[in-house]
């Protein structure tokens, strides 16, 4: 885990989840964006149109939380009911060219709880995502803190066995390695 990363994180406190979900989520959330990486080409209502610095080739929309639910209400299918968890995705990437939404969820945890069980739910999530946007491929990604790797290892079997891309937001190369799987998926 990176220093600056671990020091920012220790100083909030022990724990993490139902009180302090908010207090170390949005922390954790703050540490692993994106931001710093793109570059805005426009801003719209509830999007923006941008360009990871590395490749000005490849142009996505960027949103977060319920904005995706906003900003693409003309492709969604309207008789699909929406599902507990699928609401507010974390930090998502559309390409309207490949027609693929990249949907960034990311948990952070440091003593144990029921979080391991959330990390379970990616297929339905999937499934829901795509039924509710029919006319694009969805990938959901997870963006974990370190202790998932010590205290979830059978769901993260499970996760390699679907298929489902994990990537470490405690790595120093966090950033770069997620910049470089959504721009060369295929």
């Keep these: 885990m990176s220093t600056q990363i671990q020091?920012?994180?220790?100083?909030?406190?022990?724990?993490?989840?139902?009180?302090?979900?908010?207090?170390?989520?949005?922390?954790?959330?703050?540490l692993t964006d994106l931001q710093d990486n793109i570059v805005i080409i426009e801003k719209l209502r509830f999007a923006c149109?941008?360009?990871?610095?590395?490749?000005?080739?490849?142009?996505?929309?960027?949103?977060?939380q319920s904005q995706l639910f906003k900003f693409k209400t003309d492709c969604i299918d309207i008789n699909v009911k929406k599902g507990h968890g699928c609401k507010k995705p974390d930090?998502?990437?559309?390409n309207e060219k490949s027609k693929i939404i990249f949907i960034i969820e990311k948990k952070f945890q440091q003593v144990g709880g029921s979080v391991c069980e959330k990390i379970q739910t990616s297929e339905f999530k999937l499934w829901q995502y795509n039924r509710t946007f029919p006319n694009y491929k969805v990938?959901?990604?997870?963006?974990?803190?370190?202790?998932f790797k010590y205290n979830c290892q059978a769901e993260l079997e499970?996760?390699?066995?679907?298929?489902?891309?994990?990537?470490?937001?405690?790595?120093?190369?966090?950033?770069?390695?997620?910049?470089n799987f959504i721009n060369n998926y295929k």
């Design 158 to 179: 499970y996760l390699k066995y679907k298929n489902v891309p994990v990537f470490w937001g405690n790595n120093l190369q966090y950033k770069t390695n997620i910049i």
């Design 49 to 64: 149109k941008i360009y990871f610095k590395d490749n000005k080739d490849i142009v996505y929309f960027r949103t977060m």
């Design 7 to 30: 020091n920012k994180i220790l100083t909030k406190g022990q724990g993490a989840g139902g009180a302090n979900t908010n207090k170390h989520g949005l922390n954790y959330e703050e």
């Design 139 to 147: 990938v959901y990604i997870y963006c974990l803190s370190d202790w």
């Design 91 to 94: 930090e998502c990437y559309i």
